[in-house]
């Protein structure tokens, strides 16, 4: 079996691969991949990548998460979220800009937590059944997500304390029981060409704090819009909310999972024109 030092399998600079078949002793080639996200990261240097094959994994909780431990680190499944599951909890914190690519995690508490400036792009991922929040941003970090599904959960994405910038395009937030987005001061909330739809009180919930910056695109977005006033504009924030919809998105078949548009959907062909399927 190829370990570090017995000289049969040279560290795979640059890349690294991770499958459940693995082994933590491995170096961590696509011949010899490791088992662990963790061990992955530890590993790897500022601007690897790290490859997971199909399966599913364990990657902590959220007492003890992996860790993206500072470094700017692309994690990306090999066959996509259909075919990868993580069980437990990822965070991005003290700098660093990272991706995390093509997993579905169901039934996490809290399965993603970004602070203190660190930057994590989610993308092509699914979230399904979360406890509390799915997303928490914090102290000063930030967060884009593209093309992602966030299905239940108390929360969509939650920011609690020392501000945070959230991007959110092409990414559908439903089902969840009170908020879809909720944030407090100090943050810049920008969201283009998604959907935010069945939520228990707002789509979007913002804190009698300021300064806070919204700035809401060519979404559909059902229900109760925002809270506090949002729609005047004013008094110590600043708001840019224009071609919004409120229709009903027709999804293809929620009940089995499937938010995919039926051809009829009011959504089609109404996003931001700029971009690339809108």
């Known amino acids: 079996e190829a370990i570090y030092d017995d000289g049969s399998c040279e560290y795979n600079y640059g890349n690294s691969f991770i499958s ?3 082994d933590d002793l491995n170096c961590g080639s696509e011949e010899y991949p490791l088992l662990t996200f963790q061990q992955g990261i530890d590993i790897s240097s500022d601007g690897d990548s790290i490859f997971v094959l199909p399966g ?5 909780n959220s007492v003890d998460p992996t860790n993206y431990s500072y470094k700017s680190l692309v994690i990306k499944s090999m066959a996509g979220p259909d075919s990868t599951f993580l069980s437990g909890s990822i965070v991005a914190s003290s700098g660093g800009s990272s991706t995390l690519s093509g997993f579905t995690f169901n039934g996490v508490y809290r399965p993603v937590s ?9 993308e092509d991922c ?3 059944n979360s406890d509390e929040e799915t997303i928490q941003c914090n102290d000063g970090g930030s967060l884009s997500l593209q093309r992602t599904l966030i299905d239940g959960g108390r929360f969509g994405i939650h920011n609690s304390q020392g501000g945070c910038g959230i991007s959110v395009n092409s990414t559908t937030i439903v089902n969840v029981s009170e908020t879809a987005i ?9 969201v283009t060409n998604s959907i935010i739809y069945n939520f228990g009180s707002n789509a979007i919930h913002f804190w009698n704090e300021t300064p806070v910056y919204l700035d809401l695109h060519y979404n559909d977005i059902t229900g109760n819009f925002l809270s506090n006033t949002v729609d005047e504009c004013g008094g110590g924030f600043d708001c840019n909310i224009i071609n919004n919809i409120p ?4 999804f293809s078949d929620p009940s089995k999972g499937d938010y995919s548009l039926q051809p009829s959907s009011y959504c089609i062909d109404t996003g931001d024109p700029s971009s690339h399927l809108d």
């Open 182 to 190: 909720s944030i407090r001061a100090d943050v810049g909330l920008y």
């Open 126 to 128: 699914i979230f399904k």
């Open 20 to 22: 459940t078949q693995g």
């Open 114 to 122: 970004v602070d203190t400036g660190a930057h994590l792009l989610i």
């Open 247 to 250: 229709d009903d998105p027709s």
């Open 56 to 60: 599913t994994y364990d990657i902590g």
